[in-house]
Nanobody
Framework: QVQLVESGGGSVLTGGSLNISCTAS????????VGWFRQAPGEKREWIAC????????GYARSVKGRFTISQDIATNSFYLQMSSLRPDDTATYYC???????????????????WGQGTQVTVGS
């Protein structure tokens, strides 16, 4: 099992940038995929980005493609989400998730993941 802790959330103005992090601990050597999700109040949790750890292949939801970048630092078991050109509709609690299951690619939905962080709030003001 893996423990995940997100950090770096906060408030930013429209058009601004913010970087959030996810640090994994525990059985990290078995991890294959990490994903970022977000959930706005009253909305379902939405997948937004993922990275396949063995080859750093990434995937993005259409809503964030071109604005957000997911990356990893295997040496520190850290995973990052760089967010730019932020908009008010990016306001949400952001979660990272991880899985050791092997799919040959990174997971693009909640069902792929079994370990979750507690979330970090991102608020984009106009």
């Amino acid at each position: 099992q893996v423990q995940l802790v997100e950090s770096g959330g906060g408030s930013v103005l429209t058009g601004g940038s913010l970087n959030i992090s996810c640090t994994a601990s525990g059985d990290t050597s078995s991890l294959n995929s990490v994903g970022w999700f977000r959930q706005a109040p009253g909305e379902k949790r939405e997948w937004i980005a993922c990275i396949y750890i063995p080859n750093s292949m990434t995937g993005y939801a259409r809503s964030v493609k071109g604005r957000f970048t997911i990356s990893q630092d295997i040496a520190t078991n850290s995973f990052y989400l760089q967010m730019s050109s932020l908009r008010p509709d990016d306001t949400a609690t952001y979660y990272c998730a991880a899985t050791s299951r092997e799919f040959g690619t990174c997971g693009r939905g909640e069902g792929f993941y079994n370990d979750w962080g507690q979330g970090t709030q991102v608020t984009v003001g106009s």
